[in-house]
Each structure stands twice: as C-alpha cells, then as structure tokens.
C-alpha cells in the first residue's frame, strides 16, 4: 500500500470521514503486523511501546503529513521529527506502509549493515528527519526547523513526536517555552502518553500531571485525546485547525501498551518487554482476530 | 537500495555482551557493592535518571529503599541534585548512562560538583563501545570529555573485582568521582592475579620481555586474552592495567616507556583524549621521546550493529589486538 499523492488528505474535497478512519485503520493494522515480524528478528524489542504508537503514526502517515514517498527530501514536505530513537520499530512500519521505504526492507531491522537501525538515526534511513536515540532533544529541534521553515516562507509543517518519559527533560519544556515565544503555528507536537518508562510506570519515576494544563499554561494549544481509539485520533488532529494561526499545537494520546495484542496488553508493563519464541505466532493471530471483530 | 538476506547478527542493543564463552562473572557488581558500603555507612544514598534497572542501581534501592532516590529522566538534575546532597553531607552514587552523565550534564558535573570539590560519585553506564546501539549511546569519548575537569577521580575498571572494590575506595575520595561501569554479568578475571584497586595505582598484572601492554577497563581482559595468545607466537607480552585514568600512575607509566619494549596502549574509547595520549603526554612531558602503538576506537561517529562485529571492525576483538601487535613487531 503506497501513498503517492502529496495532496493534503484532510483537505474538504478530500475523502469522506469513513474512509479515512478506513484508511487509517487498515494502515494501523499492517503496521501491526509489521512490528511482529521485525520484533520477531530480533527476538526482543520496543514491540509493546510500537504497537501502543501505531494508530498515532498511522494517522500521522496515511492522513495528516504531505510527503512525497518517492523523494523523502522534496523541500516541501511536512516534517515529522522522531525524537524517541527506541521507535525506530513503529516508525519503520510507518514509512513501509507510506511507501517511503520497501515492505520486503523491514525483515532487515536490527541487522548488521541494514538501513534501519534499533535507534532511529537520519544518516540511515529514507523519511528519518532526525537521530534520536538521546531523548529530549526532538522539539528543539523542531523549533528550529519550524522557525526556519517560516523565515524562508516554506508552508510545511513540523511535527515532533515525543514520550512521556520526555517530559522529564528540561530540555523539552525549553523548547516548548519557545516555540510559543517564537508563534509557531507552524509546530506540532504529538505526546504519546504510554504511562511507561525505563525503571517502570510514569507515575512512579516522575510525576508528569497535569500534562494538558502544563502545555496549556506554556502557551499551547492542547488536546488531549485516547490514542489508540481511530476516529477519535481524527477529529483530534482535524481540530488543530481551529487553533490561533500563530500557536503551537499539541495532541497528547493517552495509548495502550502492546494495543491490539492481548497476550501483551495484558502483560507486565516493560520498556523492554520479553517476548518468548511461540509467542509470536499468537500475537499475530490475536491481531487478526481483534481486526475481525 | 540494497536489502541484504545473508544470516543475520542482530544488534540485540540493550542486552549486548561483550563475555567471551565460557568466560566466569559475577551479577551487578556495582550495585551489591554500593549497597554493603551503605551498610556501614549511613551517609551513603543513591540516585539515578530513570535508569536505575541499567546500571544496576535497583540492587541498592531494593536493599536501602529509602536512601533511593528515583530523580526521573533528568541528568542535569540527576547531577544538580546529587552535588546538593553532598553538599549537607550525604555521599551520594548517581548513575546514568555515560553519554548522559558527560554530554548532558558536563555543566551540572562541572560546576555545582568538581569546582566545589564535593564528594558527588557519578556511575556511567555503557562506556566506550559497549552498545551496538550508535553514536547516542555509545561513549565514545567520555574520558575525553572529563579529562580537562580539575579535581575529578577517572576509573576505568577491567572486571567486577575492580568494581567491588572501587566503590568503597571512590567514596574515600574527597572530591567527585567518575566510575565507567559494567553492569549486567560482569566478567571476573582479576583475582586470579596478585591485584588489589587503589585509586590512582597502576598494577602490573604480567611481566614480558618483548611487549607491554597498557591497558584500562574491560580492554584489560582482552589484554590479558592477547597477552596468552601471544606467547603462542613466541612473544612475551607483559600487562600493565591502568584502572585509574586520572590521576594518572605517572611513575608506574614512566617505568614502562623507559623500557626497550614495544608498548602498546589498549583503551575502550576513542584514540583521541584517552588513556593513550593520557600516557603519551606523561611520556613526552618528562622527556621520555619514544614510540607508541595506540589501540583505541577510531576518531570517528561509530556504526550500529552487533557487538562483537563492532569489536572486530574497531580492533577491540582480542583477534585484532593480536594481530595488531604481531604487525607492529613485523612479525
Ligand atoms: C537523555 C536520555 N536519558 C536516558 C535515556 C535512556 N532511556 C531510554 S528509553 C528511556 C525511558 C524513557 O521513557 P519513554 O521515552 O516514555 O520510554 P518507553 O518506556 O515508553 O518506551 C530511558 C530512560 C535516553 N535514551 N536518553
Ligand atoms: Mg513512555
């Protein structure tokens, strides 16, 4: 499935409502898919935190960012800014499904001499913005490109992509001050809320809350919406439109662990969660049952 | 676009290892023995930046919960609090990943713990090339970084006897410390040798008439792996291991480049600002003029992908320290 188009999807003339959620959807459960087999390579992985993402980046490649598949650095492209590098798993899926990168290309993931690295890194890949790996450095980033984008009068978007364990930085909420300092309508940063960090839940290695109130009293226009839940993600997204032209935006997705696999939904919360060789054949059937459903 | 589909080496980036087979090694060194040391001494507390099951900090803080403190993902802070800590007379150990504690937070190091001379011990996790993670977690130039800072104690341990007994001997230190961890099952080489650590000592762990190689943390082992292979091709290979990278043993390091012997410096951390031109500027600043043969990381952003094809595409491997020597003795 290859997005070729560069139109802006969400555009009135564009396709009905249903479709996109449709559309979506369909992308969401392939990348699903795709996760599987990459963690299944490896043994191991960021699989629970790309599976809980997928919805998020499914809406963000299928519907929202204007790319031109084929040349990942037409000047006018919408930038999306992977901060967290250990998504790189989530986000390979992505690129697959919008056709930025081969399908039959994932089966490398991890590998020696593969394009597609654990830790995302732009040196790398096709469509990778940005290296991360060290978190917290995304929306400075985005701040820049942001800020340079609108100097030199190039419409595009930037769009940041950022954990909750990124919210501990200082360096995050600098950059947030800026970028509402500095108007960047431009911005977009998207926050998923998967409750999980390295040592454990969220809550119990730094109290982050209230998430929605902090970004609203540093100058952004906030929602809040549930991450894995489709039409939700939409209306979400479609509603940045009636933001101040000159606000920053932020979609914070409150998104499940493992979404779509109940044998991993269910499981042990991990950053780095163990999955045993049978399990991988179950995991895929549960999410096919679960698209039947 | 090429999609290569021969056997695969994954890069497995959390877990990777670099144990040979079959080699001995003790579980979280590091952190049974931060928590012995806090059972004798109450002033000892322990930190880390959402990364405490990383470093092995979670055996200290489920032994001594309360005198654990979670500081979330947040280094400067991490390092910011760990100097006020010390500062109303706690001995604090803060660790996070090499990279963080040195790129991030060099500022918070730097200023609220060397330059007052606090008692602050930073544990950096995946020093030098122990990830196949890539450049943003492979500390690559850690020591480089630390180096220039006044009053900061460096320790680069081989093995976890080196680390069970540096921890007591780095909270004696007076002023703030940095400790280049291996965490996870670390290998136990060293007391099969006449060694004890002591912090600015460099121990001679094997005599050699033809080579000595000097060497620090966990390229001691592979020094001492080497060394073996060496004697195999008829050349004797002394070891002289360098736990303490600074203060230097500027004494034990002036006795080696006196010698008529090919020395070799052995580092896990780039060529540039390490243990080799820790030992070549000793050498040259005491009017010792001779040559060294410096294996070390490349000046480089180094690639991602398996450990053990990092080490041997870098010249960590013992195979390529081998033969390293043997080339440099035109052998
Ligand atoms: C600056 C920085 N500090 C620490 C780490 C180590 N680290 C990697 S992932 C992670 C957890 C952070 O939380 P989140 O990004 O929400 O991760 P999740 O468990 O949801 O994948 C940590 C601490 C890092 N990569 N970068
Ligand atoms: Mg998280």
């Known amino acids: 499935m290859t997005a070729t188009q560069d139109v802006d999807r969400a555009a009135p003339a564009g396709p009905s409502f249903e479709d996109r959620v449709r559309r979506v959807a369909d992308a969401a459960h392939r990348m699903r898919h795709h996760v599987l087999n990459m963690g299944e390579v490896q043994g191991q992985g ?33 930038r999306f800014l992977l901060s967290i590098g250990h998504y790189a798993i989530a986000l390979y899926a992505a690129l697959a499904e919008a056709g930025v990168i081969p399908v039959e290309e994932l089966e490398t993931y991890g590998s020696d001499e593969s394009r597609l690295p654990m830790s995302g890194m732009a040196s790398y890949t096709p469509g990778m913005e940005i290296s991360g790996g060290s978190l917290g450095h995304g929306l400075g980033v985005g701040v820049g490109m942001a800020l340079g984008l609108r100097h030199r009068g190039v419409a595009s978007r930037v769009v940041n992509l950022l954990s909750d364990g990124e919210l501990d930085e200082g360096s995050t909420w600098e950059a947030a001050m800026g970028a509402a300092h500095h108007r960047l309508g431009n911005l977009t940063a998207v926050v998923d809320m998967n409750a999980l960090q390295a040592d454990g839940p969220t809550a119990g290695v730094l109290a982050i809350e209230p998430v929605e109130r902090k ?32 606000t920053p935006r932020v979609v914070i997705c409150d998104t499940r662990i493992g979404s779509g696999v109940p044998l991993l939904e269910t499981r042990e919360k991990a950053h780095f969660m163990r999955i045993d060789e049978h399990e991988w054949q179950i995991a895929r059937d549960q999410l096919d049952q679960g698209a039947q459903r | 676009m090429s999609t290569p589909t021969r056997k695969r080496l994954t890069t497995s980036a959390m877990i990777a290892s670099f144990v040979d087979e079959g080699q001995r090694t003790t579980p979280a ?53 760990a100097a006020g800590m010390a500062e109303v007379g706690l001995v604090p150990f803060a660790s996070t990943y090499s990279v963080f504690a040195t790129r991030r937070a060099y500022d918070f190091l730097c200023l609220d713990a060397a330059e007052p001379g606090l008692n602050v011990n930073i544990v950096g996790g995946l020093p030098g090339l122990t990830t196949g993670y890539g450049p943003s977690h492979q500390a690559t130039e850690d020591i480089a970084i630390l180096r220039g800072m006044p009053g900061l104690t460096i320790v680069d341990p081989c093995d976890s006897v080196d680390i069970e007994q540096a921890v007591p001997a780095l909270a004696e230190v007076a002023g703030p410390t940095y400790l280049r961890l291996l965490r996870g099952k670390v290998p136990t080489v060293l007391d099969e040798y006449d060694y004890t650590f002591e912090v600015g000592r460099a121990a001679e762990l094997r005599t050699g008439r ?27 290979v002394g070891v002289l291991h360098v736990p303490t990278i600074k203060p230097l043993d500027t004494e034990a390091v002036l006795r080696v ?8 410096t052995v580092e896990n951390h780039s060529v540039v600002g390490g243990l080799g031109e820790a030992v ?52």
């Open chain 1, 46 to 78: 960021y699989v629970g935190q790309a599976l809980g993402v997928a919805d998020v980046l499914a809406v963000a490649y299928q519907d929202q960012l204007r790319l031109r598949p084929a040349d990942p650095h037409w000047d006018e492209r919408d």
């Open chain 1, 215 to 246: 970004w609203e009293a540093f100058g952004w226009h906030t929602v809040r919406v549930d991450g894995n839940d489709v039409p939700a993600l939409l209306r979400a997204f479609d509603s940045l439109a009636e933001a101040d032209a000159d």
């Open chain 2, 29 to 81: 060194p590091f952190g049974h023995a931060l928590s012995r040391l806090a059972e004798e001494r109450p002033e000892i507390v322990g930190l880390t930046a959402d990364l405490g099951k990383y470093t092995d900090m979670h055996v200290f803080a489920q032994d001594h919960p309360d005198r654990f403190f979670q500081m979330g993902m947040s280094e400067q802070l991490l390092l910011g609090a």
């Open chain 2, 210 to 236: 033809d080579v000595t190689l000097v060497s620090s943390g966990l390229m001691t082992m592979r020094a001492l792996s080497a060394a073996e292979r060496l004697a195999e091709h008829r050349v004797d």
């Open chain 2, 257 to 264: 480049g006196r010698s008529d012997r090919l020395v070799v």
């Open chain 2, 280 to 331: 070549a500027s000793c050498l040259a600043f005491n009017g010792v003029g001779r040559d060294l043969v410096p294996v070390a990381l490349p000046d480089e952003f180094l690639a991602a992908g398996a450990l053990p094809t990092l080490h041997d595409r870098y010249g960590l491997s013992t195979d390529r320290l081998v033969r390293r020597v043997l080339d440099a003795l035109e052998v």
